[in-house]
């Protein structure tokens, strides 16, 4: 390959190899296929849905705890419940936004609006439009999938990282309040009614099941277990892309080599693997690459992934999840205020 000076030390390619490139995505693609065609139902989507239901049988007898005088039961209560709370909002919203949950489209459709709106407070077609149409499809192109949305550089750095995430709860529904300009009356109708149900029926459930006597302990109670785990959430969200290889619009690089040098692994942790999934940490660029996969498979097709791209001698991306937040908490005014500069990756193709 030539460098090309007019590209800033990028790559001027010829027809042959771009149709290499083109081919590379083509036989990874076969290759997870065919591992997905003979995985049965059980890895495929059983194992998922299967801690989902699980994470739904823990919020009964959280309730319960809740109503316990005795402080030891009472945390372990509120620990439940947000651990509960996050493998639904999290894991499930995730899962269900890119239809992962169920073969057929109405239940995909179905699962969507339960866990994002209900479950989540947010909107179903926003988050869909601003995660799958925007982040997945145009993945550190700066301006569109370049994850902004959890930017807030107004803020220091020690109260964006480890103060301001403890808001997610309260901002999240107003977030998609303000975005509903412009959808349909029957979308908006829909998304403020199921919102104001799980809000509602969390807040009616500590009252009546587990006796709180003041709607100020209530909704204290429903903030605490709400946010319990929106550091790392957000900390999650930022350390996978931000800091890498950043693209614009009009010089983008093939999905491989966009995917490959734009996403980042996060070590295989048991607490948000199980809570978060492993398609957000320690299988993000498996995700990126095929989107449509479950968590389980994204584990399960992750040695093929990592071998094949290093027998391309493409990147594969890891980093441990203290080493991602040093480098942010260093470098937080380049990573977080000011725009990130655009790689000349492939130059022009």
Not at 1 to 27: A, C, D, V
Not at 167 to 180: D, E, G, M, N, Q
Not at 300 to 316: D, M
């Amino acid at each position: 390959m030539m460098q090309s000076p007019e590209t800033g030390g990028g790559w001027k390619e010829s027809g042959t190899e771009e149709l290499e490139k083109e081919s590379m995505m083509m036989e990874l693609t076969r290759l997870v296929q065919k591992m997905v065609k003979e995985s049965s139902w059980w890895e495929r989507r059983g194992i998922d849905c299967s801690i989902l239901a699980v994470a739904f049988f823990c919020v009964p007898p959280a309730f319960l705890l809740l109503a316990s005088p005795q402080l030891l039961c009472f945390s372990a209560g509120v620990l439940l419940m947000g651990a509960a709370h996050a493998v639904i909002t999290v894991k499930g919203t995730h899962l269900a936004s890119h239809g992962a949950l169920s073969e057929s489209r109405a239940w995909g459709k179905f699962w969507a609006v339960f866990f994002i709106e209900v479950c989540g407070s947010f909107s179903a077609p926003v988050g869909i439009q601003g995660h799958i149409k925007m982040h997945h499809a145009h993945t550190n192109v700066v301006g569109l999938g370049d994850s902004s949305v959890w930017k807030a550089p107004f803020l220091p750095r020690t109260v964006y990282l480890f103060v301001a995430p403890l808001a997610v709860p309260v901002i999240t529904p107003l977030v998609a309040f303000s975005h509903l300009r412009g959808h349909l009356a029957v979308h908006v109708v829909r998304t403020v009614l199921m919102v104001a149900l799980g809000l509602y029926s969390q807040y009616w459930l500590l009252i009546h099941v587990s006796g709180f006597r003041s709607p100020l302990s209530a909704l204290l109670c429903m903030l605490a277990c709400r946010a319990m785990f929106s550091v790392p959430f957000i900390h999650v969200n930022i350390f996978q892309h931000i800091g890498l290889e950043m693209f614009s619009l009009t010089r983008r690089p093939k999905r491989i080599y966009q995917m490959t040098h734009g996403v980042l692994n996060l070590p295989r942790n048991l607490l948000l693997d199980w809570t978060f999934g492993h398609s957000l940490i320690n299988c993000h660029v498996e995700h990126h690459l095929f989107p449509f996969l479950s968590d389980h498979m994204c584990l399960k097709v992750k040695p093929i992934v990592s071998k094949f791209l290093s027998e391309k001698q493409l990147p594969y991306l890891e980093d441990g999840y203290l080493s991602r937040l040093r480098l942010f908490f260093h470098r937080y005014q380049e990573l977080m205020v000011f725009a990130p500069p655009i790689t000349e990756l492939v130059g022009l193709q």
